[in-house]
């Protein structure tokens, strides 16, 4: 990550901005004031405590193809040269200080263009992939099944999600079984949520209520409203706590590819993951139907240990995202609670930039993976997440490209049936730093 600070707002900072800068920055003297984070920063400091705190975004950098370049109008070469300057030591386009947010959000704008970047993929092919899917009659009927689910309070999905992270499907004991024809195992638990007290009172004027003291007016004819008269705590169940006929499914597909470079791939992505721990494990140690899950208490991934090489990757780069965005302790340290729906939405499509980037194509899985966790979201929050999502693939990304440059010993094997493992190449579309 990279911060580009004008020496005029450098002065402005206090003594404590200044040694926060320096603790975690380290200044170099190319561009305007240019400082490069210290190894680690990006895992242990949220990019919004450093636009808060400083007041400026990491730098976009852009290295757009000769031809590329020619294409734009001169109108839009008139807003490359207002967002940018020209880095000619590093043979970049450089986001000019303090308009980065600005630059980047520019350059999702002209990756219409064809762009190949990582937010381009994310804002086009995935997105795209999402609206097709939504119009198919297996999404259809699962969403159907889906709509009988109780939209709980973001309060309620805190409380869920402190007693048993990995809850997805969560209703009531008779809920289950009137909409799904399904039954309690006899050692469920449940989880405690809030539920209003609801009753019913006529609905009367001053006027009215006296009448009916007086024996002048019969309450039974005037209409009744329900009223909110306090909450108390009730149980729901995950339904891995249940047992009984299949809920449809999403229209999400097994990965069945192969690798090449298997093992050295899934050595990068362990690498990529840490702090936090991999282990491929047996299914019975992870929830009902699950490929994979990152456990928050042990910040452990888990991952089942006998998926297709194409399913493998796929679900260990869906857990990385969730651990470097999802963190619990994070999320509350920085009050940046998401609901469950977002989280999964996030993970997904980073997964699925980064598969496409390395040359796996999960479409069947992620595009309906992604339709049905974001059936309830705005199109604002898609939209905002975006460049979270954008940066923690980046940030991956960046990792995994430095494990596999490192290796000496890789050697790439064309494959006539699997997946070809793209190793990194000189970047020549737009990127975070």
Not at 69 to 84: D, G, N, T, V, W
Not at 153 to 167: F, R, Y
Request: with cysteine; aromatic share 10%; hydrophobic share 35%.
């Amino acid at each position: 990550m990279k911060l580009n600070i004008p020496k005029a707002l450098f002065d402005t900072y206090d003594d404590e901005q200044k040694a926060f800068l320096k603790e975690n920055f380290t200044y170099h003297s190319s561009g305007d004031r240019c400082w490069h984070s210290k190894e680690g920063v990006e895992d242990s400091i949220p990019l919004s405590a450093i636009t808060d705190g400083l007041g400026v975004y990491p730098s976009v950098t852009w290295s757009p193809t000769k031809e590329k370049y020619q294409s734009f109008s001169e109108e839009e070469r008139a807003k490359i040269r207002e967002l940018f300057f020209w880095n000619k030591k590093q043979a970049v386009w450089e986001s000019q200080p303090l308009k980065g947010e600005q630059a980047q959000y520019f350059l999702l704008s002209i990756n219409e263009y064809g762009g190949t970047d990582i937010e381009s993929t994310l804002s086009k092919k995935l997105m795209t992939g999402l609206k097709e899917i939504q119009t198919s009659e297996q999404y259809i009927n699962w969403l159907k099944s889906m709509s009988k689910f109780t939209n709980y309070s973001v309060g309620n999905q805190i409380m869920i999600a402190l007693q048993k992270p990995d809850a997805t499907l969560v209703a009531g004991k008779a809920m289950w079984y009137k909409n799904f024809k399904r039954k309690l195992n006899h050692n469920a638990v449940g989880l405690y949520i809030k539920a209003p007290r609801i009753k019913e009172k006529i609905k009367a004027t001053p006027e009215q209520i006296q009448q009916i003291s007086e024996g002048k007016l019969d309450e039974k004819t005037l209409p009744k409203i329900k009223v909110i008269e306090g909450f108390f705590f009730t149980k729901v169940y995950d339904i891995s706590e249940t047992n009984g006929p299949e809920l449809p499914k999403a229209p999400v597909h097994q990965l069945t590819g192969d690798v090449d470079n298997y093992e050295l791939f899934k050595a990068a992505i362990i690498e990529a993951a840490k702090p936090s721990e991999v282990f491929f494990v047996a299914q019975s140690e992870l929830p009902p139907n699950a490929n994979g899950c990152f456990v928050h208490s042990t910040k452990e991934i888990k991952v089942r240990d006998n998926l297709p090489p194409e399913q493998t990757i796929k679900t260990m780069l869906h857990e990385v995202a969730h651990s470097k965005m999802h963190d619990m302790d994070k999320a509350f340290l920085e009050n940046l609670i998401k609901p469950r729906e977002l989280k999964e939405f996030e993970a997904e499509s980073a997964a699925y930039i980064l598969c496409q980037k390395y040359g796996i194509d999960s479409s069947d899985y992620s595009f309906g993976y992604v339709a049905g966790w974001s059936q309830n979201l705005c199109p604002a929050e898609l939209e905002k997440s975006l460049m979270t999502t954008a940066q923690t693939a980046s940030q991956i990304s960046k990792k995994i490209d430095d494990f596999f440059e490192s290796s000496s010993h890789l050697e790439q094997q064309p494959s006539s049936s699997g997946t070809k493992l793209q190793l990194p190449e000189p970047i020549l579309e737009p990127r975070l730093e």
